[in-house]
C-alpha cells in the first residue's frame, strides 16, 4: 500500500487489504454516526384556530425545536379567509414570539397558494442559555463572597 506517493522516493508499507478496509469502514460508520440529521417536521394550523388548540400545537413545536429538528409552520386558508391573510400572519407571529426561546425564525412568513407559510429552526445559542437558567433555579440563594476589611477580619 503506498502511504506518501508525493515523498521522494514514495513511502510504501506492506499490510493486510481487509484489515484496511474494514479500518476505513469503521471509520466512515462513526462519522456518519456523529453527523446529525435535522428532519422537518410540519404544524398546521387554521386562522379560526381557538386558544386551547394554539397553545397545545404551540408547545409541540416548542418540543420539536428542543429535539433539533427544523420546523414548517402552515397556516390553512379555506374560501373567504383568503380574504384576510393578516389574521395566518398575526398567528405565525406569536408562535414565533412564544417558542423564541428554543428557535429562531429562518425563513419569513410567505403566502404559498392557500397556505402561509413559515421555517423556524433551532437556536442553538437561546437553547444553552435556556438550560444554564434552568440549572440555576430562581429565588436560590448565591453563594456567599468573603472578603477581608481593612482591619484584618474577615466579613461574609
Known amino acids: 500500500m ?3 506517493p508525493q515523498a521522494v522516493p514514495p513511502v510504501c508499507r506492506i499490510m ?3 484489515k484496511f478496509k474494514f479500518d476505513t469502514a469503521q471509520r466512515a460508520k462513526e462519522s456518519r454516526r456523529k453527523a446529525s440529521n435535522v428532519s ?3 404544524m398546521k394550523y387554521r386562522p379560526k384556530i381557538g386558544p386551547g388548540d394554539f397553545d397545545t400545537k404551540t408547545r409541540q413545536v416548542a418540543r420539536f425545536l428542543g429535539d433539533g429538528h427544523k420546523v414548517k409552520v402552515t397556516i390553512m386558508f379555506r374560501g373567504r379567509e ?4 393578516e ?3 398575526k398567528i405565525l407571529d406569536r408562535v414565533a414570539e412564544q ?4 428557535g429562531k425564525v429562518e425563513l419569513l412568513p410567505k403566502l404559498d397558494g392557500r397556505n402561509m407559510v413559515m421555517v423556524l429552526a433551532p437556536d442553538r445559542r437561546a437553547q444553552q442559555a435556556a438550560a ?3 440549572a440555576t433555579p430562581e429565588g436560590a440563594p448565591e453563594p456567599a463572597v468573603e472578603t477581608a476589611s481593612s482591619d484584618g477580619t474577615e466579613e461574609a
Open 132 to 134: 444554564k437558567d434552568k
Open 87 to 89: 389574521l395566518g400572519k
Open 82 to 85: 383568503m380574504s384576510h391573510p
Open 99 to 102: 417558542v423564541g426561546e428554543v
Open 40 to 42: 422537518i417536521k410540519e
Open 16 to 18: 493486510d487489504y481487509g
Open 2 to 4: 503506498e502511504v506518501a
